[in-house]
C-alpha cells in the first residue's frame, strides 16, 4: 500500500547555537598485557618495550590532535619499565626505556604528558593499601627527579582511585591526597589528575556525591563515561544527563571537567577479563562527543586511541585488522567535515532527535521493508536524501543494506535516482547506535547531467527477513 507521510525534515534546522562539538585531545597509553582485554591494544605478540613503537605511536597520535597523553602505569608485577632504582627495569636497558621514548617524541611534537606513578603491584591496587599509598610516592619521587624538567611533563595521573557508587569512598579520597601532596611538594605548579568510573550509578542527588569531590586535592578529573562497558542496556540517555550535573558541581569547587570517553566495545562478554577490547561504530562514538561537549567539559580524552583507532599502513599496527583502521578513517573523516558524519552530528546535536533506545517513542518502526514518500509540496530541485536509523543488532534492529531513492511529479509513476548500499559495522554485539544514510544524487541539483526536480521523494529501505528498521528522519537536501 502506498503511504505519504509527513516530511520527517527538509533540510536541518540552524543549529549554530547548539555545542560545538569537542573533538579528542588526549588519550590513555597502556603499556602492559595485563588479561585479554588488552590483546589489540597490547597484542602478547609484540615487544611492547620497543622505543621505536611508541615513537611512532606518538606521532600518529599527533596526527590526528590527540597531543594530552595520558600515562596508565609505568609499572607492573614489580617491573619498571623507566630507569628505576627501587624496582627491577622491564626492558631491555641497552635501549632507550618505552618512557624516555615518549617523553623524547612528546617533547618534539609539543605534546603534553601526565605521568603515571602506578602501578604499585598490579592493575588491582587499591589507594585503601598503605603499600600502595606508599609505593606511589616512592615513584613519584624517582619519576620527579627524571622527568619532572622536561617540556613535555604536564602533571599527574594517578590511579585506582576508586569507584563513585554512590560517591567516592574516604578511603580513595584520602589516598589521592596523600598521594598528591607528595606530588605538589616535588613538582609545585603541575596538574593533578583521576579518572574515577561509576557515573552511571553515582548518587548525584544525595550531597555526599558533591561533598566528596570538594574533599579532593586535585587540578583535574576526567571522569570515564562508561558507554564501552554497556552499565546499562541503553546507556546514553542517562551518561549524557549525568555528565550535565557533574557539570554544576564542578561550577562551584574549582577542579576541571573532562571527559574519558569510551572507544571500545567488546568481542564476547562486557566487562570481563575474558573478552578482547575492539573499535565501536563511530556512530556511537560521535554520540559520546556531542553529549559530553553539550554538558561543557573542559577536555575530551578517550581510553583508547592506540590500538583501538590505528593509522591505516602503520608500521607499528595494533588493533583490530581492518577496523582499527577504519575507525581511524571515520574518525578523521569527521574531523575533516565529511557530509555524513557531519550530518549525524547535527541531528545528534538537536533535542528533537531520539535516543539510542528502542523503547524511545520517536523512533518508527517498520518491518524488514520500509517505505516512506516525502511530498515536498512543489516541484523543487533534489540533489541528496539522507535518513536517520537505529542499530541494535540484540533487539533485531538492524542499519538498512540498501536505500533507494525515487522520485515523482504526480505521486503515483516514480523513476529510480540511486540505490547506496551502506557500510555496516560488524561489532554490534552489545551496541545501540544512529548512524545516518546519505544519498548524493549529484551536485547541484543534476543527476547525469540533466536536473532533477520533483515534488514526491520516495525512500525504501531493506533488512533480512524477520529483522526490523527503525528510522527517525528523512531529509531531502539536508
Known amino acids: 500500500m502506498k503511504r505519504f507521510l509527513t516530511t520527517f525534515a527538509l533540510a536541518l534546522l540552524a543549529l549554530s547555537a547548539l555545542a560545538q562539538v569537542k573533538p579528542v585531545t588526549g588519550t590513555f597509553l597502556n603499556f602492559f598485557w595485563q588479561d585479554e582485554r588488552n590483546n589489540y591494544m597490547n597484542p602478547r605478540g609484540i615487544d611492547n618495550t620497543d622505543p ?3 615513537r611512532v605511536k606518538m606521532e600518529e597520535l599527533h596526527e590526528i590532535g590527540v597531543d594530552w597523553v595520558v600515562l596508565v602505569a609505568v609499572a607492573n608485577e614489580g617491573r619498571a619499565i623507566y630507569p628505576s632504582s627501587i624496582m627491577e627495569r622491564g626492558y631491555d636497558q641497552s635501549r632507550k626505556s618505552p618512557i624516555d621514548a615518549v617523553m623524547d617524541a612528546a617533547d618534539s611534537l609539543g605534546m603534553h604528558v601526565f605521568m603515571s606513578c602506578g602501578h604499585a603491584r598490579n592493575q588491582l591496587d587499591n589507594l585503601s593499601d598503605p603499600f600502595v599509598v606508599r609505593r606511589q610516592r616512592e615513584m613519584i619521587e624517582e619519576l620527579s627527579s627524571i622527568y619532572g624538567g622536561r ?12 569507584c563513585m557508587i554512590p560517591w567516592l569512598p574516604d578511603a580513595g579520597i584520602k ?3 596523600e598521594v598528591a601532596a607528595r606530588a605538589r611538594e616535588l613538582t609545585p605548579g603541575v596538574k593533578i589528575m583521576i579518572s574515577p568510573y561509576g557515573i552511571f550509578n553515582g548518587d548525584f542527588s544525595n550531597p555526599k556525591f558533591a561533598e566528596q569531590i570538594y574533599k579532593l586535592d586535585v ?6 563515561d562508561e558507554i564501552g562497558c554497556v552499565r546499562e542496556d541503553y546507556p546514553m540517555r542517562e551518561m549524557k544527563e549525568h555528565f550535565r550535573m557533574l557539570a554544576d558541581i564542578h561550577a562551584k569547587c574549582g577542579i576541571e571537567l573532562w571527559a574519558n570517553i569510551e572507544s571500545f566495545t567488546w568481542d564476547r562478554r562486557p566487562n570481563n577479563w575474558f573478552s578482547t577490547l575492539i573499535p565501536a561504530a563511530f556512530g556511537r562514538y560521535l554520540s559520546q562527543l556531542v553529549g559530553v561537549s553539550q554538558a561543557g567539559v573542559t577536555r575530551v580524552i578517550s581510553f583508547a586511541v592506540a590500538g583501538i583507532f590505528d593509522k591505516p599502513g602503520s608500521a607499528y599496527p595494533l588493533g583490530q585488522p581492518v577496523y582499527s583502521a577504519k575507525a581511524w578513517e571515520n574518525y578523521r573523516a569527521w574531523l575533516g567535515g565529511d557530509r555524513r558524519w557531519k550530518l549525524l552530528e547535527k541531528l545528534l546535536l538537536d533535542d528533537s532527535t531520539p535516543f539510542e533506545d528502542p523503547s524511545d517513542p520517536r523512533w518508527q518502526v517498520f518491518g524488514s521493508k520500509m517505505e516512506h514518500i516525502v511530498d515536498l509540496g512543489c516541484s523543487k530541485p533534489v540533489h541528496s536524501v539522507a535518513g536517520l536509523f537505529l542499530d541494535s543488532r540484540r533487539d533485531g534492529i538492524d542499519f538498512p543494506q540498501s536505500f533507494e531513492v525515487l522520485v515523482s511529479d504526480d505521486g503515483n509513476e516514480f523513476r529510480h535516482l540511486a540505490t547506496v548500499t551502506p557500510e555496516s559495522w560488524p561489532n554490534d ?9 546519505l544519498a548524493d544524487l549529484c551536485a547541484e541539483g543534476t543527476c547525469c547531467g540533466a536536473p532533477v526536480s520533483a515534488r514526491y521523494v520516495k525512500v525504501r529501505a531493506t533488512v533480512p527477513a524477520g529483522r526490523a528498521i527503525y528510522c527517525s528522519r528523512i531529509l531531502v537536501n539536508p
Open 52 to 54: 621505536d613503537l611508541w
Open 151 to 162: 617540556p613535555a611533563f604536564y602533571g599527574w595521573y594517578l590511579p585506582v582511585e576508586g
Open 429 to 437: 554485539y552489545l551496541d545501540t547506535w544512529s548512524d545516518v544514510v
Open 219 to 224: 587540578d583535574i578529573i576526567a571522569y570515564q
Open 175 to 177: 589516598g589521592v591526597n
